[in-house]
């Protein structure tokens, strides 16, 4: 592999450990560990990390090193305030330039989100949640919602990994989507930016609510 490869493959494996909080929030990234763990020198290494750094998830301190990003609330809200501009522009254009496709597939996410809710299978059902925003972004043809979304994607699961459980209701989790998929089918674009900002409102306050009640469990 060469050196761009090798350090894509890094910066992918080092995302993925911090979207599943095998990298938790707060975490060091020691250069010399990392270095050890995956085999490589530093140079591919560095370059990894100076992406993630990029990217907004991990943050770099003077004289201390490289830290996996924390959010708070208020980053929470910036992170559900940028999800709810990429994703009613992505539905808009799919409504303003109607094919057949993204309904179909937007909807067969739908189906995939209620067996594993009717199964009990709640990780499947959390995966399948976000195959369905990453599929409700892609339909839009656009690769710079796309690029901006999936950092944005990495950052909600960063936030889902350490709060897990914040919905009530799978049936009702499955339905908030359900809704946006049946406003694209319907080519109703007031409806449509009225579900998703909804959905995401909700999702925002569910979340503020855990991690409220989490910090009051601290203390």
Do not use: W
């Not at 929030?25 to 050890?36: K, P, R, W």
């Not at 067969?108 to 925003?133: I, K, N």
């Not at 998703?196 to 925002?204: F, K, V």
């Amino acid at each position: 592999m060469n050196r761009e490869s090798t350090a894509s493959l890094i910066t992918r494996q080092l995302r993925e450990g911090i979207m599943y909080g095998t990298l938790p929030g707060g975490a060091q990234l020691s250069e010399s560990a990392l270095s050890l763990e995956f085999g490589v020198s530093r140079g591919p290494l560095r370059e990894a990390m100076q992406r993630l750094v990029q990217e907004g998830l991990v943050r770099s301190e003077p004289n201390r090193g490289l830290f996996v990003k924390e959010l708070d609330d208020d980053e929470i809200r910036d992170l559900y305030a940028a999800r709810i501009a990429i994703e009613t522009a992505a539905a808009r254009m799919i409504v303003r330039s109607p094919s057949s496709e993204p309904s179909t597939v937007l909807l067969e996410a739908c189906d995939a989100m209620q067996r594993a809710a009717e199964s009990g299978r709640l990780p499947t059902l959390s995966d399948a949640d976000f195959d369905f925003h990453e599929l409700l972004v892609t339909m839009s043809g656009s690769p710079r919602l796309r690029r901006m979304h999936e950092t944005l994607m990495v950052e909600t699961r960063m936030c889902l990994t350490a709060l897990q459980g914040t919905y009530m209701d799978p049936e009702e989790q499955v339905a908030e989507h359900r809704r946006i998929a049946e406003a694209i089918v319907a080519a109703d674009e007031d409806a449509l930016m009225r579900e998703i900002e909804t959905h995401m409102h909700e999702a925002l306050d569910r979340l503020i609510r855990q991690t409220e009640h989490a910090d009051a469990g601290e203390h």
